[in-house]
């Protein structure tokens, strides 16, 4: 079985994406987000700010991206990796709160960063959306007998959500919360992901029981 490798130039561009989210990040918790420039990312990077404005469109996305990377990708393989008897509402719903829950020291001081800033508070919320087509895939991978169509409708469903859990979330934030435990005076944000995806417990168990007939 043969595999797809990445071509150079693809390698080449994902190393600097990774350059830059690596720059934005270190520069706003060095500085605080509002004292960082597109120009500054760009030069800690060692690129151009035309070549930084190829992979991101403000500051706040390349530091929130620093974050959130891969996270889509995260969440189709768990959902692939469940075992098959495992229901495609529970895998799903596993999947997504697992990237939630105890995000590691290293993360904290962002994640207590985001909560601070209004502006990347918007954007992070935003980044939640991303797995929706990675997780279609994983759908209509899991549900072979699927179509294409409901495989997307679930996953942007799912993805909507997300959004709404995390918005609520990072809108509670009123003060600067203490991250022992990802936890917020709402209550905790996998708590409460996990609870905003739960209503879509029916329609994902019924989709996935249609495709095996």
């Known amino acids: 079985m043969t595999t797809n490798r990445p071509s150079l130039r693809e390698r080449k561009k994902e190393a600097t994406r990774e350059a830059l989210r690596a720059a934005a990040l270190r520069l706003a918790l060095e500085r605080g987000p509002a004292n960082v420039r597109v120009d500054d990312i760009a030069e800690a990077a060692g690129v151009s700010p035309r070549t930084y404005n190829n992979y991101f469109s403000s500051r706040e996305q390349a530091i929130v991206a620093a974050v959130t990377a891969e996270r889509a990708s995260r969440v189709a393989a768990a959902v692939a990796a469940r075992p098959a008897d495992v ?23 962002a994640l207590l960063m985001i909560t601070t800033s209004p502006a990347l508070r918007a954007c992070y919320a935003d980044t939640v959306t991303t797995i929706e087509g990675p997780l279609a895939e ?76």
Request: proline content about 7%.
């Open 138 to 213: 994983a759908i209509a991978e899991r549900c072979q007998g699927m179509d294409r169509l409901t495989a997307q409708v679930l996953s942007a469903s799912v993805g909507a959500a997300a959004k709404v859990a995390l918005q609520q979330w990072l809108h509670s934030t009123t003060v600067p919360p203490s991250m022992s435990g990802f936890v917020v005076p709402s209550g905790s944000l996998p708590n409460l992901m996990r609870i905003a995806l739960m209503p879509l417990v029916p329609a994902l168990d019924a989709a996935a029981a249609r495709s095996r007939h």
């Open 87 to 109: 229901s495609l509402a529970d895998a799903i719903i596993d999947a997504v709160v697992e990237q939630y829950t105890d995000p590691g020291d290293d993360a904290r001081d």
